[in-house]
């Protein structure tokens, strides 16, 4: 059994956002800093103990934030695709190097990319009319932040959803192209219901695979039916439900996921993002996490 199994997180945190003092700024023509509400998420990841940490997509939701910055976007009720897309500017790089000066240096951190496919459904197409057009263009644009972001973080997290419920047959290029000029490792995020495609992520350009094992408990004797050569990073508590699970049935979810991967798993997180529960039940979530992680491979909870 591997004794250098890392906590860390999929990707959003609970923001506390004073949205009085945003308006306040925006009346006023000044640019509001979201640097304290991305500090709150920090600090909260750290105190938990986790060894590697995002910025808790603090900013905006995890397809917003693109297409806000995305050249030929507009963002109304939905984001809408007007034109054709051009990088323009980095898009999630500064908030990361405000991180980095933050925390202690012994915690890592991740680099969070949200899919092409997952943006491209997330849209209104109203240019490309092909939808695989639309997705090559996002993931050439997203190889672009994905080179600049491995620059400040420890590993690039890829966020696509949508794999669980629609595949496409030109998904494996899509991936490969956004982790082409990564160097650090590559994980590749795929929640919901997994079990048909297993044999098509365990073929993608990524190092490590993560995914719900927590809310679809099946997943794990599914994957006892292939041979896994990824890492593995084993959701081990649920993001959807606001019941904090206890270090014992946290424990036991592990370990019998270790008998299925054996020295596979890398990483142990929650299911997904865990912006849409209270931010308490976050923290517990977390803490329980890394206690019970430590229980079973005999790691020091740091101290804080």
């Given amino acids: ?4 199994v890392e906590t860390t997180v999929i990707g959003s945190y609970p923001p506390e956002i004073n949205a009085l003092d945003l308006f306040k700024n925006f009346y006023k023509k000044r640019y509001p800093s979201w640097d304290k509400y991305i500090k709150n998420a920090v600090d909260d990841m750290v105190s938990s103990g986790l060894d590697i940490i995002s910025d808790g997509q603090t900013r905006d939701s995890f397809v917003n934030i693109y297409f ?3 050249k030929g976007c507009r963002i109304r009720d939905r984001p809408e695709v007007i034109d054709k897309l051009e990088f323009v500017e980095p898009i999630t790089v500064e908030d990361q190097k405000y991180v980095r000066k933050i925390i202690p240096k012994k915690t890592k951190m991740i680099g969070l990319l949200t899919g092409p496919f997952t943006l491209t459904k997330s849209c209104v197409d109203m240019y490309y009319n092909d939808e695989k057009d639309l997705c090559f263009d996002l993931a050439n644009i997203l190889q672009k932040e994905a080179e600049l972001l491995q620059e ?3 590993l690039i997290s890829i966020d696509e959803p949508f794999f669980s419920v629609s595949y496409p047959d030109y998904a494996k290029d899509i991936i490969k192209i956004v982790t082409k000029k990564v160097n650090c490792k590559k994980r590749l995020h795929v929640c919901g219901n997994v079990t048909n495609i297993i ?3 365990l073929d993608m350009p990524v190092d490590i695979l993560s995914h719900e094992f927590k809310a679809q408990p099946n997943l794990i004797n599914d994957f006892k039916n292939y041979s896994v050569s990824k890492e593995i990073c084993l959701g081990s508590v649920r993001s959807d439900k606001k019941r904090v699970e206890d270090t014992n049935e ?3 979810h592990i370990l019998k996921a270790i008998d299925v991967f054996d ?3 890398s990483q142990v997180s929650p299911d997904c993002g865990l912006r849409q529960i209270p931010r308490d039940y976050a923290f517990r979530k977390l803490k329980n996490l890394v206690k019970a992680c430590d229980d079973i491979y005999g790691k020091k909870s740091p101290s804080n």
């Avoid at 059994?1 to 250098?4: G, H, T």
């Fill in 152 to 154: 400040h973080v420890d």
């Fill in 250 to 252: 946290i424990k036991n």
């Fill in 68 to 70: 806000r910055k995305i």
């Fill in 1 to 4: 059994m591997k004794n250098n």
């Fill in 199 to 201: 044999p098509n992520l």
């Fill in 263 to 265: 020295g596979k798993i």
